[in-house]
């Protein structure tokens, strides 16, 4: 998008203009005077076909004042066909450059020979090569004092390293090839300086699980060991503590990565393989942790930090996907509560959470409003996004109150983007370079009113472009047109009244950057997720355990880094929400097969497993008959109890049962939280009753009451005939016949008696039931026919 603030600035003097026109001119004539005798489509040939590419791996220094030294070294490569001899390097001084679009349109054909880059430094000022084969290299080095370089006014001078040379085809002197740059010019103080906020990024993608060890210390598990990749000496992330220690920058930092190396450094971490285990993370890596750990908090000290939500959540994709998804901003909320503790843990430093960071500094109204919803005011934004439609001649100052109590910051595009790319080769990364000091100098020069302007590069910088950004940085500050300040410091600056503050609408959102949003159905999953989370984390004795990993994997689901990486994401949002289901299973019911009940009443055993370290409860397990017409649980259709259960343990939990018919019954036991929601899979079983009939039961009692009558008959007889041979006899009828064996009285003449059985007709408790222990029991379903007896 094209960008405002393009002015004519100050220019060379008129005489210095003369002299460098008429030094032109004169350089230029004989080789005019030369192509004139040839054929007009050979100078085209020429200029079209650069058959020579210059590299400019080195240029120091990169702004230099008076009394310098220019050091320009490089690379040049014959790519044509045929060899060049009397071939030369040089350097040529362009023209100041009055505007930032001027700088753009050099930046954007570093190498064409059409535009040309004004007279050339010669003399004892060039390298000189006999031939040039086709397809070979060259190095050159060339030094030359800036006072020969015929510098005017304070500015941005393009600056040319072009190689002349000939080719049979064309043999007469001509620029071959060249790299146009830029030369910043500003030898001594400027009057106005521009106020110059750097951010240092600290992020990375997500590293950590949600699973952590069953011990105390609770280890935690690795996607990958790629993070200590990074830690190592060289590694991005190394780079970017190792160059940031002395640089005058506002470190922006996602707590996650703080706590991801945390737990490297402190903890036995393990990595996850291939087959779904773990196996333990090399110990050499976490003394790379702890090393890196204590060499941020060195570099951090006496520096901003603004922490970013835990996990950097998506602003943008929330925005526009996920708010319609119930809880999804409440997620944000959390991410930024726990940002500042994560910091000042690690860090042990206070940092500023006032500040959310959209993608790209892409805004819009819905981005607006879910950046402030959980508390910062400020919206790290950026020109390309929140463009100026003023037409100001100026760059404006970064701060822009945009309504509401919010301020936008308005990082600017050329330089925020002067860093991306592939800057592996020396030559990209100085031509980045010495470009982002030509903006930055064009920028001061615009006006004479100070301004604070906002640089904010790309997220996840890799190492190669952090040493390159390191080196413009120390140019720029080491330089005389700039003075560093913090982020906060932009923010409250004085806002410029003619600066826009209108924020994009939502269609002008780019495409491209919608495209790599997470979809609406990753915010179901982790809707999802929560909820399972809130169900599982109410029966725990110790939630913090669960609650905290889960909490944060959540966080991280959200997480920017996983723009472009789509299957990655779904693949760990799928695997956060497999485990808490393995979790949650792990307390249980075990299953039951037929259980048999022979008579009207009876306790049936459920057993309750649970297979976590750490005790449960709050739970209630319910026992529902399908038939209670049939048969009824403690006299009701249904009948709940209370269950605790120890880690590592079972609780079998009994309920009584009465049968009023035969047949079978399918009984169902489930587990509810104590709020009513149901917990884990049900559990059903068949209850066959076989209970005794009334008319059996009658003819039973008919028997029994013969008997009864049939001995009462018996007794009266016997105690008649007693009488009479008393009477007959004259003896005492108890006395005589107390120890006679046929008498009714006597311990071997019983009447009989209900059987044990029957005597214990009425007792709702068998032997076979499992006594109500918490030791583990067998997970294994009981057997087939499986019998309750009275």
Same mark, same amino acid.
């Given at each position: 998008m094209a960008e405002a603030a393009d002015f004519q600035g100050t220019s060379a003097s008129p005489a210095r203009r003369w002299l460098r026109r008429t030094a032109a001119l004169l350089t230029g004539a004989p080789l005019l005077a030369g192509l004139l005798q040839l054929p007009a489509a050979a100078p085209a040939l020429a200029a079209s076909s650069e058959p020579v590419s210059v590299s400019v791996d080195s240029l120091t220094p990169s702004a230099p004042t008076d009394g310098d030294t220019l050091t320009v070294s490089g690379t040049v490569t014959n790519k044509g066909r045929q060899p060049v001899t009397d071939a030369h390097v040089g350097l040529r001084i362009g023209p100041m450059l009055n505007t930032r679009s001027a700088i753009d349109a050099i930046a954007e054909h570093p190498d064409e020979l059409q535009s040309g880059a004004g007279p050339e430094v010669g003399g004892k000022y060039v390298e000189k090569f006999d031939k040039l084969a086709p397809g070979s290299a060259e190095h050159f080095n060339l030094s030359v004092p800036v006072d020969k370089l015929d510098l005017g006014n304070d500015g941005v001078y393009e600056l040319g390293v072009a190689l002349s040379g000939q080719t049979s085809a064309q043999p007469w002197d001509q620029v071959l090839g060249i790299r146009r740059t830029f030369l910043p010019w500003q030898p001594s103080d400027a009057d106005t300086k521009t106020r110059t906020t750097f951010l240092w990024p600290l992020l990375s993608s997500v590293h950590m699980t949600a699973k952590t060890g069953p011990g105390e210390l609770q280890t935690p598990v690795f996607l990958n060991d790629d993070l200590a990749k990074d830690l190592a000496p060289g590694g991005r992330l190394a780079q970017i503590v190792d160059l940031g220690k002395d640089l005058d920058v506002t470190w922006v930092i996602d707590p996650d990565?703080?706590?991801?190396? /945390?737990?490297?450094?402190?903890?036995?971490?393990?990595?996850?393989?291939? /087959?779904?285990?773990? =196996?333990?993370?090399?110990?050499?890596?976490?003394?790379?942790?702890?090393?890196?750990?204590? *060499?941020?908090?060195?570099?951090?000290?006496?520096?901003?930090v603004v922490a970013l939500p835990f996990g950097d959540p998506d602003l943008a994709s929330l925005a526009h996907r996920g708010t319609s998804v119930t809880g999804s901003l409440s997620h944000l909320k959390d991410a930024t509560d726990v940002a500042a503790t994560t910091v000042k843990t690690v860090l042990h430093v206070t940092p500023s959470t006032d500040f959310a960071w959209p993608v790209d500094g892409a805004v819009d109204p819905s981005i607006m409003k879910v950046a402030t919803s959980a508390g910062a005011d400020r919206v790290i934004a950026r020109s390309d996004s929140l463009q100026e439609t003023a037409g100001l001649p100026y760059t404006p100052s970064a701060a822009r109150p945009v309504g509401g109590g919010t301020t936008a910051v308005v990082a600017d595009a050329r330089m925020s983007t002067a860093f991306e790319g592939d800057l592996t080769k020396a030559g990209s990364a100085t031509l980045a370079v010495q470009e982002f000091l030509a903006q930055s100098l064009e920028v001061n020069a615009q006006t004479d009113t100070e301004r604070s302007i906002v640089v904010a590069p790309q997220r996840m910088p890799t190492a190669s472009q952090v040493q390159t950004m390191a080196t413009a940085l120390k140019a720029l500050q080491g330089g005389t047109w700039s003075q560093a300040q913090d982020l906060s410091a932009a923010a409250k600056a004085k806002p410029d009244p003619n600066a826009t503050t209108r924020i994009p609408s939502t269609s002008a959102y780019p495409s491209s950057l919608r495209r790599k949003e997470l979809p609406r159905a990753a915010f179901e999953q982790i809707a999802r997720t929560q909820d399972k989370l809130d169900n599982?984390?109410?029966?725990? *004795?110790?939630?913090?355990?669960?609650?905290?990993?889960?909490?944060?994997?959540?966080?991280?689901?959200?997480?920017?880094s996983w723009r472009g990486r789509s299957s990655a994401a779904e693949s760990f949002r799928s695997g956060v929400e497999a485990w808490l289901d393995d979790l949650a299973q792990q307390v249980k019911l075990i299953d039951k097969s037929e259980t048999k009940l022979s008579g009207r009443s009876a306790?049936?055993?459920?057993?309750?497993?649970?297979?976590?370290?750490?005790?449960?409860?709050?739970?209630?397990?319910?026992?529902?008959?399908?038939?209670?017409?049939?048969?009824?649980?403690?006299?009701?259709?249904?009948?709940?109890?209370?269950?605790?259960?120890?880690?590592?343990? *079972?609780?079998?939990?009994?309920? =009584? =049962?009465?049968?009023?018919?035969?047949?079978?019954?399918t009984?169902?036991?489930?587990?509810?939280?104590?709020?009513?929601?149901?917990?884990? /899979?049900?559990?059903s079983f068949d209850v066959k009753v076989t209970e005794v009939t009334p008319t059996v039961m009658l003819v039973i009692g008919g028997g029994v009451l013969l008997l009864v009558l049939?001995?009462?008959?018996?007794? =009266?007889?016997?105690?008649?005939?007693?009488?009479?041979r008393a009477e007959e006899g004259g003896a005492e009828p108890a006395g005589e016949d107390a120890d006679q064996p046929g008498n009714p009285g006597a311990p071997g003449d019983r009447l009989p008696e209900e059987s044990d059985s029957a005597a214990g007709a009425d007792d709702p408790e068998q032997q076979s039931d499992p006594a109500p222990d918490t030791a583990p029991e067998s997970a294994d379903p009981s057997g087939t026919g499986e019998r309750v007896d009275r």
């Open positions: 990565l703080l706590a991801s190396v /945390d737990a490297m450094a402190t903890g036995n971490y393990r990595l996850r393989t291939a /087959d779904g285990g773990t =196996t333990p993370g090399p110990r050499e890596h976490q003394v790379l942790a702890k090393q890196w750990l204590a *060499s941020l908090q060195k570099a951090v000290v006496g520096k901003e599982f984390q109410v029966v725990l *004795s110790d939630q913090s355990r669960v609650v905290t990993p889960f909490g944060r994997a959540i966080n991280r689901e959200m997480s920017t306790t049936i055993p459920v057993t309750v497993q649970n297979n976590l370290v750490q005790p449960v409860g709050h739970l209630v397990l319910r026992l529902t008959s399908t038939m209670p017409t049939r048969l009824k649980i403690g006299g009701k259709a249904y009948y709940e109890q209370p269950v605790d259960v120890a880690g590592g343990h *079972s609780q079998s939990v009994k309920f =009584t =049962t009465s049968a009023n018919a035969n047949g079978r019954v009984v169902i036991a489930q587990l509810f939280t104590e709020d009513g929601q149901e917990y884990g /899979d049900p559990v049939a001995g009462f008959r018996m007794y =009266t007889q016997r105690k008649r005939a007693a009488a009479r």
